[in-house]
């Protein structure tokens, strides 16, 4: 398959009816793996301060089941979130990766790093030599891997771990690295952005990606250009209380600065969305969420019928938003 030809799929394939993004494209990798004689695409997955949000919304999908993503289309060699080794036999798995992949193998990151104190507010291993911060894995993992993508808002900018006050000094692993990382970011991520993005760097290499590192493929556009409520907000026709059918703008929606392709690609099997369910957008793909959000759901200010409703002077973009 051509690369703008997958480009096309990962936006066709972002509806229920036809299973999503993920049930489609394992076929493709399959075929890739088996016409150009390839093997699965190694990745070391390591997960350091986050909710584990990323791999249990990666978990909870049906189409495809995870196994089938791990046995069709990636070589999952270290996991200290999914694997059954522990102790000195998983840290064994990791050294090895790093000797027999060196420079071909894909590093995912799952979560904020803490720098302060030397990281030690996250410890991935204990070893008679010391502890093994989430720091040093990732510099260590970094330097060796031919990809880093970071998947969720933490790892890509730091999100909620790294959030006011942040006494850990958690960053997201761009800030870490000296290096291109490939952010993936949703609080948590849509497991079709992380399984494309992944299909992407096994058959084409790195994807566009933009100004925020993101793949272009999933975050190209505001959540206001497709969201269904827009008729609403361009009749300046507002939501006065949450529940209301109207646009939710009024009760803080972030959708108009938030890049991403929920209102069509949906979440739990692509059924719903936070807007759907009468819930505001709160920008968890931005790289100031959760701060920059907060409080959420807060209204405008309500101004006196004397002044009219408001609305039209409220609703004017502010820079960066896209109406
Ligand atoms: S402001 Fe929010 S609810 Fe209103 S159209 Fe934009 S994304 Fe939808």
Redesign the pocket.
Known sequence: MEKADFGQLCRDNATADNHGLSANVLPITRRYLVDNNKEKLPVIWLETSDSGDNNIAFMNTTFPYLNQVFSDMIDLIYSNTFMAAQGNDALMLMDDTINRYHGRFTLVVEGAIPTKDGGIYNIIARTKNGPITALEAVRRLGAAAQYVVAIGTCASFGGASSAEPNITGSAGVGQVLKREVINVSGCPVNPDWFVGTLAHLLMYGKPELDDLNRPKLFYEFT??RH?Q??S??DKKDLAKKLGDIE???SQG?S??RTSSDCPYRQWINHVSWP?KVNT??IGCTNRDFPDGSAPFFTPLPQKSKSEGTGHSEQIKPKKGEDT
């Open positions: 959540i206001h969201c409520r827009r609403y907000f646009c939710m703008f929606c959708g108009p807007v505001p957008c």
